[in-house]
């Protein structure tokens, strides 16, 4: 391998490094305290969280589901092409639907934004545009500020994804801390894997 095809590479990997850890760095610069604490506020004290996304947003929304568990929240992911054929009968009046949208305007979450509506859940949104569809319609809205993704094409998830498991967990953190959660508490659920065996000595 020729030295320049080595240098482009390494020169192309570390500039995603610092992209992606300047957008995390920049969300302390924009992020709205108050929607934050509004949010740990609805998540901490609702009968249930689902939520919702497309694409590699699903995946990041999918993550927080889990992680919510983790903490013993009842929490699970619905995918928006099952909640369209039945899926959206586990939202009841007063859970919480947390949906991820860079843009805000997915259409396969648009017609799971009116049953949410009409089914008076609680909608929390992740997103970058303030002004959108599904923005307009949450009583919730944290807003993300991409610069540009990480990619030498500034086309994939990448700097987006980073960003919006990071403002997720912070969300986790703020809901651990308001919940009392403890190590013994974690312990019992988590038996398996080297945590697992770590905790439960």
């Not at 996304?53 to 929490?75: D, P, Q, R, V």
């Not at 959206?88 to 259409?107: F, H, N, P, Q, Y």
């Not at 959660?181 to 000595?201: C, D, M, R, W």
Request: charged share 20%; hydrophobic share 45%.
């Amino acid at each position: 391998m020729e030295n320049s095809t080595k240098e482009r590479i390494i020169q192309c990997a570390m500039d995603s490094l610092t992209i992606e850890s300047n957008a995390i760095a920049d969300i302390k610069t924009y992020i709205e305290t108050e929607k934050l604490e509004e949010a740990v506020n609805l998540l901490s004290s609702c009968p249930k969280i689902i939520t919702c996304a497309s694409g590699t947003s699903g995946i990041a929304a999918k993550k927080f589901a889990h992680s919510l568990c983790c903490i013993e929240l009842n929490a699970w992911f619905l995918s928006p092409s099952e909640a369209v054929h039945g899926g959206l009968g586990c939202i009841k009046e007063g859970d919480a639907v947390v949906m991820i949208s860079r843009g805000g305007k997915t259409v396969e979450l648009l017609p799971i934004l009116d049953v949410c509506i009409k089914k008076k859940a609680k909608l929390i949104v992740i997103t970058e545009n303030r002004n959108s569809p599904l923005a307009q319609k949450a009583q919730i809205v944290i807003l993300m500020k991409i610069n540009r993704e990480s990619d030498p094409l500034n086309i994939m998830a990448t700097s987006s994804f980073i960003v919006t498991i990071a403002i997720m967990d912070a969300i986790l953190a703020a809901l651990m801390d308001v919940s009392k959660y403890t190590l013994e508490q974690f312990a019992l659920i988590h038996p398996g894997g080297a945590v697992g065996s770590k905790l439960n000595k």
